[in-house]
């Protein structure tokens, strides 16, 4: 065994306390669900972590019967001062319980330790402090001098950030003064059942914060109730597109943060090295289950080989394997549903003529697995070149010159994510000027901070959030009346 | 004496990269091609290795490694033969409470402690047995540079005359700051000649590039492309002498050059981060480094080194943490 096979560093599970099974966190309390209770497995291992209540109507109902008393009785009534001591308070715990956090969101996940640990938890706390010490001062949001809350949000959060999304969602939503009911995914419902924990630990109010569980369904009529204020959604485009199309002409605001299909851009001039490490936080950063993944790299065609040599040597040095190993890189798809949908769009990819690499790794026997890849010749036509995948698969296309690759990297339905990657700043900001993506990275990638504004154009979806943008998204100018339906 | 003038004369390294004739202009475009270095990812590069989690099994290989790959350092003023002969001991047993601990690669020294040194190691000098300890020397007017290159040459001439196995030069930081890459060229061309023996062998050259003077890493990878072309055996950061000394991410950009020498001529160069490296767990941070980016075929003396002189004592206790399961302390370790 060579010094590269690391011995085996497992993060111990237990630090965790989990329940045998989880209920329904409304108004405060765990309660019992309507609908039959499923199980949340475990991707690496396909071993069940622990059971799951499911909300039907009625439940949602009373989901949001318990918000819109928390924020007509209490939240809504509450100084925004009072308000940033409880959203201190839950950004402390997030942090004093961070590590179990990190390896509750690694079994229910897949994604790895040292990223849950190192990127996720942080982050989530990150955006809890930050929000909190806007909730005083919401004046300066830029939407007039007196803003008022929206009322009751309801949020879907999707399975690859699980924690981190619903920090994404419910932060500003509280410190605004809204009260929110949050569905968390299907797949992976654990950490926000154990943030509804930290919610008690921390008092807030009951009501202020409700999380519901369940499938499409539940999400479905919660987004869909008569007396909900906003919905913030994230996911795929196409559930997103039936949400807009609901709530069309109601008074219902919407977000969507939906798919993508980023371009990196890797110029003749680049830092090589770092650029190399960049093509793959793009892409395989969390198995590729990135929104704003750079799922498509166009490299200037003159170091095209060049690039693929070092990116494949590269990639031959990731570990993949039991997502708790603190030095794995790539863990688990995170169900056999969407390694299905990997699985087949790859195939796709060889049978339309472009050329598959995937990193000489060994795939575990249990567990939904992918190992990272690499497609080269791949044309603009190709369904792997046009479809967000969400897996760890790159695909490679070639430019000759700066105002191709602006319109390769634009010639999407979606408008997420972009990378670009050069040593010449006054092309870096000519290039950035003519994508058209909500987020472009410049020499660096998959890099987030609660203070800058995240969100897509087009099929990418509408709505920002993050920084003051996320706050007025949950916020409406003094002038109309706010909250009443 | 002359003034020197560089002649930028052809290396069959310079050769192979930069074709037939070699000038001072084909260098300086050479250099000036290659790709830059983005120290923020250079950054975030080396806090990926120092997240590693090196446990067990592969904790105990790495420091029985490290100690392998000392360079058991001591360069002050006050040096004297008795100073100098209790650390060649001490290279030859690391651990007094145990003899299985590997004895470390070389002893560095200036070069009039040469002599002591080599009668110190006596049969445990490198020549005699296989996993014996070498004598490196720094020469060159050491740490500055600063002399005039027949001083140089004499210097180095004289330490391997004297013994070394190793002479540990420095490039003069000045030439390369003020744009005169084909004078630090020539020198180190010029110091390497001086390495060889009688009997045709060379002394092992390692090339110091005094990074913390250097600055920026677009100039690291620069001269590290410029002390190999010329005839660099290992590239080395640092005297010691100077803050910041090695860190993580220099040796990266240096190693990355090295794997990319290795990539285009089949041709190993050697590492040796010096300076500023005192604690076990850092060290076991570089072995990562090393075997991450030009792999693990570098984790032996005879590619990587560290520049070093307390870092050896922790690894001993390390060592010994791992062999009894607690800490014993410093006085189970001998001062030097």
Not at chain 1, 64 to 73: E, N, P, W, Y
Not at chain 1, 87 to 95: H, K, N, V, W, Y
Not at chain 1, 336 to 346: F, G, M, N, S
């Amino acid at each position: 065994m060579g010094f590269l096979d690391y011995a085996p560093a497992p993060e111990s599970t237990s630090i965790l306390n989990l329940k045998k099974s989880y209920g329904l966190f409304i108004g405060g309390e765990f309660v019992e669900g309507s609908g039959p209770a499923f199980a949340t497995v475990s991707p690496s291992s396909e071993e069940t972590i622990t059971m799951i209540a499911q909300a039907n109507d009625a439940d949602v109902d009373k989901a949001v019967v318990a918000a819109r008393g928390a924020f007509s009785k209490t939240w809504s009534k509450m100084p925004g001062s009072e308000r940033g001591k409880y959203l201190f308070r839950i950004a402390r715990l997030i942090q004093e319980r961070s590590r179990e956090l990190a390896i509750a969101e690694s079994l229910d996940n897949g994604k790895p330790i040292r990223e849950t640990r190192d990127v996720d938890i942080p982050l989530v706390a990150a955006w809890f402090f930050y929000y909190a010490g806007w909730a005083d001062k919401l004046e300066y949001a830029g939407v007039g001098n007196n803003p008022q809350a929206l009322g009751v949000a309801a949020q879907v959060v999707p399975w690859n950030f699980p924690l981190l999304m619903l920090a994404w969602k419910i932060a500003p939503a509280l410190a605004a003064g809204n009260t929110v009911v949050l569905k968390p995914a299907e797949t992976t419902p654990l950490t926000a059942l154990l943030f509804a924990e930290i919610c008690q630990q921390a008092e807030l109010p009951a009501g202020v914060v409700n999380i519901i569980t369940g499938a499409g369904a539940t999400g479905a009529a919660l987004v869909g109730h008569p007396d909900i204020n906003k919905v913030a959604f994230t996911g795929s485009t196409a559930v997103g597109r039936g949400i807009a199309r609901n709530l069309a002409g109601t008074n219902t605001r919407v977000t969507l943060e939906l798919g993508g299909k980023g371009a990196n851009i890797i110029f003749d001039d680049a830092a090589i090295d770092q650029a190399i490490e960049g093509i793959i936080s793009g892409i395989f950063f969390n198995q590729g289950h990135v929104c704003c993944a750079g799922s498509r790299l166009l490299v200037q065609e003159n170091i095209h080989d060049d690039v693929m040599n070092r990116l494949q040597s590269r990639l031959s040095t990731l570990r993949l394997g039991d997502p708790l190993d603190k030095n794995t890189d790539i863990g688990a798809v995170n169900s056999k549903a969407q390694l299905d949908r990997i699985t087949e769009i790859a195939n796709s990819g060889e049978a339309e003529g472009a050329t598959r690499w995937s990193a000489p790794c060994e795939l575990p026997a249990k567990g939904f697995w992918f190992p990272p890849t690499v497609f080269t010749n791949v044309q603009t036509s190709h369904r792997i070149a046009r479809d967000e995948i969400f897996g760890p698969v790159l695909s490679v296309l070639t430019f000759r010159t700066p105002d191709e690759a602006v319109a390769k990297a634009n010639n999407t339905p979606y408008g997420l994510s972009a990378g670009i990657w050069t040593e010449k700043a006054s092309r870096m900001l000519a290039i950035a000027d003519k994508l058209r993506a909500g987020v472009i990275w410049a020499n660096t990638f998959n890099k987030f901070d609660p203070a800058s504004p995240f969100g897509g154009y087009k099929e990418s979806g509408y709505g920002r959030e993050g920084g003051r943008h996320g706050l007025a998204a949950y916020l409406e100018s003094g002038n109309l009346k706010g909250g009443a339906k | 004496m002359s003034t020197y003038t560089p002649a930028v004369r052809p290396t069959t390294r310079s050769q192979t990269v930069l074709g037939g004739t070699i000038t001072e202009k084909a260098l300086k475009r050479f250099l000036e091609g290659i790709p830059g270095v983005d120290a923020v990812g250079a950054q975030a590069r080396a806090d990926g290795f120092a997240s590693r989690s090196i446990k067990t099994t592969s904790k105990a290989w790495g420091l029985d490694t490290i100690i392998s790959m000392v360079d058991l350092t001591t360069l002050e003023g006050a040096d004297t033969p008795g100073k100098v002969k209790t650390l060649a001991q001490k290279a030859t047993m690391p651990d007094p409470m145990d003899p299985s601990a590997p004895s470390v690669a070389a002893v560095c020294v200036y070069g009039d402690m040469v002599a002591h040194v080599r009668e110190s190691l006596g049969s445990w000098h490198i020549s005699q047995r296989s996993d014996g300890v070498a004598i490196a020397a720094v020469a060159t007017a050491f740490p500055s540079g600063r002399a005039s290159l027949p001083v140089k040459i004499l210097d180095t001439e004289f330490a391997v005359s004297e013994g070394a196995d190793e002479i540990d030069m420095v490039i003069d930081r000045g030439a390369f700051l003020s744009g005169s890459w084909g004078l630090v060229y020539d020198q180190i061309m010029a110091v390497k000649e001086a390495c060889a023996r009688p009997d045709g062998s060379y002394a092992h050259l390692k090339v110091i590039l005094e990074t913390g003077e250097l600055a920026t890493l677009d100039n690291v990878r620069k001269a590290s492309w410029l002390a190999i072309l010329a005839g660099a055996d290992f590239i080395k950061t640092s005297t010691g002498k100077v803050q910041p000394a090695a860190t993580l991410p220099v040796t990266i950009t240096m190693l990355e050059v090295i794997r990319d020498w290795y990539g285009l001529t089949g041709e190993k160069i050697g590492m040796k981060p010096a300076g500023g490296i005192r604690a076990s767990k850092d060290a076991l941070r570089y072995l990562v480094g090393v075997a991450e980016t030009v792999g693990e075929d570098w984790l032996t003396p005879d590619l990587f080194r560290f520049g070093a002189s307390s870092l050896l004592n922790d690894v001993v206790l390390q060592r010994q943490k791992m062999a009894t399961g607690h800490y014993s302390g410093p006085d189970y370790v001998s001062v030097d």
